[in-house]
């Protein structure tokens, strides 16, 4: 018999007034375990990025270093770009942990296995197979963007944590469990959106808004009260999230409450420069998607037909209603729930103007349940070959990096990495290849993945990482600061020094030499740094290292504005153009 398909009387037979007891086995839970073995070294080993990561921490220390934690500052400045739950987070870490940055990596690791574990529990309430749950779990942890992300100190993995946590809210709220329903998805609706803004009711208003379709017409008789209960829901995370705002935008000022209520929501969909700007045409997504969800395109075969026709074999033996372990009375309705999660967001976030890949973080679960679907019905299986034989040509370009002529741009770090790493990635694709008859278990290529995350941060560590670790020129501007010496950055510098060297005051930053000549002339001892080379000096620095694709550098202001900017230097692209949030 079909794993959907359960005969009415099997049905009651195994009817509890609750859910039954959750199917959990030991080998359950190795997806977390092989998580949380490669992926918990980088929250140790791997000091913050720039620029997302540093100004995230910068953000959280100033929090700390003032006292004020209900208007987030960067740099002195109000800072409206994101709400400030991960904020609070980290500060709430740092009390048990003291002020490290792994203890933010740390926290977004629990967040991400808290998400595996609520990708189980989903995919077993709506398919009532543990088999499917199994394996949603595993496609979940593969999908490469999950693992790069997964320790990341980014909001879109706690925004995960919150989608799923709401999806779980609505299907309570079909089964009709009103009152769980409504506090499970008000809730995750009010964190959301003090994680990341309003985009979160964007990630679950499809499935939510569905729900008849989804649900094969379950609701058919109580919708109204359905949707009521769904909008009193949203109401309370309404509600959540305004006990904030509302206090911030009093507290912050017009112009930080402007930017709060209005400018960070519409001139994000608009790309509008100085808020968002990654603006990218309609079809981006469509290409950089699939690379999102890799090994998967490349590990996993089947067709469309056969998916259909599978799905009418089982549709025709349907499952009770009356067993409560499962949300649907038919093999499509799972199916029909994660295509309302995936294909109306999509649309939806590929017609917005600013778009950048992690913005679509929280749909990979939902990609995850339709593929663990196809998988249990038999119309997709997993191959490993084609993922093996790209993981060995890629090894063998790693391993051979060096000898491109890269030059001096912003790409000069890759010629920093060893070939011993290409190496590494070569070995587990020959293995996938070699094995590729006896791997036809999502783990196998899921593991092959988080390995290649892994591989990935400490290949970075290991060779270009000194372009990323801030901390030597941090360090010397908070002993100029410490020695009473005030210190400036010509262009925006993201607050990239503030964590780092635990700045107590303001790095001022000046646009334009005029500006910075005349704050130089009433602070006749100050320095100026700068890692933009339109600002690039003749004057030899006080102190020079690499970041990210050039190097940051540190001068005494009348030095530097005696000698005047280096005309060879000065046309130059900079690495850092980009000022906008992400």
């Not at 209603?321 to 093999?331: I, S």
């Not at 607050?495 to 005349?518: C, H, I, N, Y």
């Not at 000698?563 to 230097?569: A, E, H, K, L």
């Amino acid at each position: 018999m079909p794993r959907f398909a359960l005969s009415t009387q099997a049905a009651r037979r195994t009817m509890t007034p609750v859910f039954p007891a959750f199917p959990w086995r030991r080998d359950d839970a190795l997806p977390l375990l092989v998580a949380f073995a490669l992926l918990l070294p980088i929250v140790f080993l791997l000091p913050p990025l720039p620029i997302d990561e540093t100004r995230y921490l910068a953000v959280a220390w100033e929090m700390r270093t003032t006292g004020e934690f209900l208007v987030p500052h960067l740099n002195g400045a109000t800072y409206a770009h994101k709400p400030p739950l991960l904020f609070w987070l980290i500060n709430l870490g740092w009390l048990f942990t003291g002020v490290h940055a792994w203890t933010a990596r740390a926290m977004t690791l629990l967040c991400s296995l808290a998400s595996l574990v609520l990708m189980y529990r989903l995919a077993w309430r709506l398919t009532a197979s543990a088999s499917i749950a199994r394996w949603a779990t595993w496609l979940l942890l593969g999908a490469i963007y999950f693992g790069l992300f997964a320790n990341a100190i980014m909001f879109d993995v706690p925004l995960t944590t919150c989608v799923l946590v709401a999806m779980h809210g609505v299907c309570d709220l079909v089964a009709g469990r009103a009152w769980r329903g409504v506090l499970l998805t008000g809730v995750a609706i009010g964190l959301g959106i003090l994680v990341k803004g309003p985009v979160m009711l964007l990630d679950i208003a499809f499935v939510a808004l569905l729900a008849p379709w989804w649900s094969e017409d379950r609701l058919r008789g109580r919708r109204v009260r359905y949707f009521g209960a769904f909008a009193l829901a949203v109401l309370l995370g309404a509600a959540i999230a305004l006990a904030w705002a509302i206090p911030a935008a009093i507290h912050g000022g017009a112009e930080y409450a402007r930017a709060i209520f209005l400018n960070q929501t519409f001139d994000r969909i608009n790309g509008v420069k100085g808020t968002s700007a990654h603006g990218r045409p309609l079809w981006w997504y469509l290409v950089v998607f699939p690379a999102m969800l890799l090994p998967w395109p490349l590990a996993i075969r089947g067709g469309v037909a056969a998916l259909r026709a599978r799905l009418r074999e089982l549709k025709s033996d349907a499952l009770d209603w009356r067993w409560p372990a499962a949300l649907v009375d038919n093999a499509s309705s799972p199916l029909r729930f994660a295509f309302a999660w995936i294909v109306p967001t999509f649309v939806v976030f590929s017609m917005v103007s600013g778009k950048q890949p992690h913005y679509l973080l929280p749909m990979i679960p939902g990609v995850a349940l339709a593929l663990a679907i196809g998988l249990d019905a038999s119309a997709l299986r997993i191959r490993v070959g084609l993922l093996g034989i790209a993981l060995a040509l890629l090894g063998v370009a790693v391993a051979c990096v060096r000898m491109l002529p890269l030059g001096h741009g912003a790409l000069a770090y890759a010629s920093d990495i060893s070939p011993s790493w290409g190496i590494v990635v070569f070995v587990i694709g020959v293995a996938l290849v070699a094995w590729r008859k006896r791997l036809m278990h999502p783990a196998a290529p899921a593991i092959a993945m988080l390995a290649l995350a892994l591989v990935v941060k400490l290949a970075l560590l290991q060779g270009p990482g000194e372009r990323y670790d801030v901390s030597p020129m941090a360090q010397r501007i908070a002993a100029l600061q410490s020695s009473g010496r005030p210190v400036a950055h010509l262009g925006w510098h993201h607050g990239v020094f503030e964590f780092a060297g635990r700045l107590r005051e303001p790095v001022p930053a000046f646009e334009s030499l005029p500006e910075f000549e005349a704050w130089a002339r009433a602070h006749p001892d100050a320095y100026v740094a700068t890692s933009y080379r339109r600002f690039r000096f003749r004057a030899e620095p006080v102190f020079t290292q690499p970041f990210r694709g050039g190097e940051v550098s540190l001068w005494k202001a009348a030095d530097a504005l005696a000698s005047g900017i280096d005309p060879t230097i000065a046309h130059q692209k900079d690495a850092d153009e980009d000022t906008s949030d992400e």
